[in-house]
């Protein structure tokens, strides 16, 4: 029988990139799961089991660990599938960012995407192709209040993906970058008060937050060869109509 396919999470021990890894399980992948948070990770694998799902601490800016984790997830077959997940936010108004905030948030969303692609892009191009997910956000997309740091991190992997796609096409390999609207996860729980949850719930035409399985479910479609085949290089919105929208009313 042949290897299972195996896709890597990042930050899959919370929000969209446990959606996804629960998603990927479903679809017959096998998912290795990544992640700071050591105790979240214990109840990921507790909710996901162990009998297609790997799990491993690690900090996605350290370069040599990130090395090692794709390799392991190689190991166990053909690596065809990356979803870069892992990330952080913060909102501070730009004239109050301090530069330190501004480089973490950099290194951790944008480094650490770059490092994970990397060690993947490699791996896959020995497997004859793949696919790359990134996270970025509708904060890539457009300005919003606050988000010096983040949304600059968020632009800058939006067109990095583009990048990869045109690198590693010729490898087989395609990459696109998935933007999320509001998503109830921790990260927004943490962020978002309930004055700035009405302002995004007035701002998005289908008037509410997604949940992390509607992200998971188009990260599966790009993911999956078969149905996603010429897509690569897009930013793919999936955001309650929010970056589309022009002039709304305010209720309806
Ligand atoms: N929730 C939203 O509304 C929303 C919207 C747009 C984009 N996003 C993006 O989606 C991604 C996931 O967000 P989420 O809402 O699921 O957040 P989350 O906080 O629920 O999950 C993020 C995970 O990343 C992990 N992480 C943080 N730093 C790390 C590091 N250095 N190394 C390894 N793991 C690390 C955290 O431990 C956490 O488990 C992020 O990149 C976020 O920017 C989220």
Redesign the pocket.
Same mark, same amino acid.
């Given at each position: 029988m042949a290897a299972e396919r195996v896709v890597a999470v990042?930050? $899959?021990?919370? $929000?969209? *990139? #446990?959606?996804v890894a629960e998603a990927a399980l479903a679809e017959g992948w096998h998912v290795a799961v +990544? =992640?700071? =948070?050591a105790g979240?990770l214990a109840a990921a694998e507790a909710r996901l089991g162990t009998a297609r799902a790997s799990y491993t601490t #690690? =900090? %996605? /800016?350290e370069e040599d660990a990130v090395e090692a984790w794709i390799a392991g997830a190689a190991a166990r077959g053909p690596l065809k599938g990356l979803v /870069?997940?892992? *990330?952080?936010?913060r909102e501070v108004p730009a004239l109050e960012t301090p530069a330190d905030l501004f480089r973490r948030v950099m290194e951790?969303?944008v480094t *650490?995407t770059f490092l994970c692609a990397r060690a993947a892009g490699r791996a896959m191009r020995d497997t004859g192709g793949g696919a790359i997910v990134t996270? *970025?956000? %509708?904060?890539g997309l457009r300005g919003g209040k606050g988000r010096v740091a983040?949304g600059a991190s968020?632009g800058a992997v939006v067109n990095m993906t583009r990048v990869l796609a045109v690198d590693l096409a010729r490898f087989g390999i395609r990459a696109n970058c998935l933007?999320?609207?509001?998503?109830?996860? @921790? #990260? %927004?729980a943490?962020m978002v008060g309930p004055e700035q949850r009405a302002q995004w719930t007035r701002r998005v035409p289908l008037r509410r937050? +997604?949940q @992390?399985a509607e992200?998971a479910a188009m990260a599966m479609v790009l993911l999956d060869e078969a149905r996603s085949s010429y897509v690569t290089g897009q930013a793919v919105a999936v955001d309650g109509g929010f970056s589309g929208a022009g002039i709304m009313d305010e209720v309806d």
């Amino acid at each position: 029988m042949a290897a299972e396919r195996v896709v890597a999470v990042t930050g $899959g021990a919370s $929000g969209i *990139g #446990l959606a996804v890894a629960e998603a990927a399980l479903a679809e017959g992948w096998h998912v290795a799961v +990544a =992640d700071l =948070d050591a105790g979240g990770l214990a109840a990921a694998e507790a909710r996901l089991g162990t009998a297609r799902a790997s799990y491993t601490t #690690l =900090d %996605v /800016t350290e370069e040599d660990a990130v090395e090692a984790w794709i390799a392991g997830a190689a190991a166990r077959g053909p690596l065809k599938g990356l979803v /870069t997940s892992a *990330g952080i936010a913060r909102e501070v108004p730009a004239l109050e960012t301090p530069a330190d905030l501004f480089r973490r948030v950099m290194e951790i969303n944008v480094t *650490g995407t770059f490092l994970c692609a990397r060690a993947a892009g490699r791996a896959m191009r020995d497997t004859g192709g793949g696919a790359i997910v990134t996270l *970025g956000s %509708v904060s890539g997309l457009r300005g919003g209040k606050g988000r010096v740091a983040y949304g600059a991190s968020k632009g800058a992997v939006v067109n990095m993906t583009r990048v990869l796609a045109v690198d590693l096409a010729r490898f087989g390999i395609r990459a696109n970058c998935l933007c999320p609207g509001p998503v109830e996860t @921790p #990260l %927004v729980a943490a962020m978002v008060g309930p004055e700035q949850r009405a302002q995004w719930t007035r701002r998005v035409p289908l008037r509410r937050y +997604a949940q @992390p399985a509607e992200i998971a479910a188009m990260a599966m479609v790009l993911l999956d060869e078969a149905r996603s085949s010429y897509v690569t290089g897009q930013a793919v919105a999936v955001d309650g109509g929010f970056s589309g929208a022009g002039i709304m009313d305010e209720v309806d």
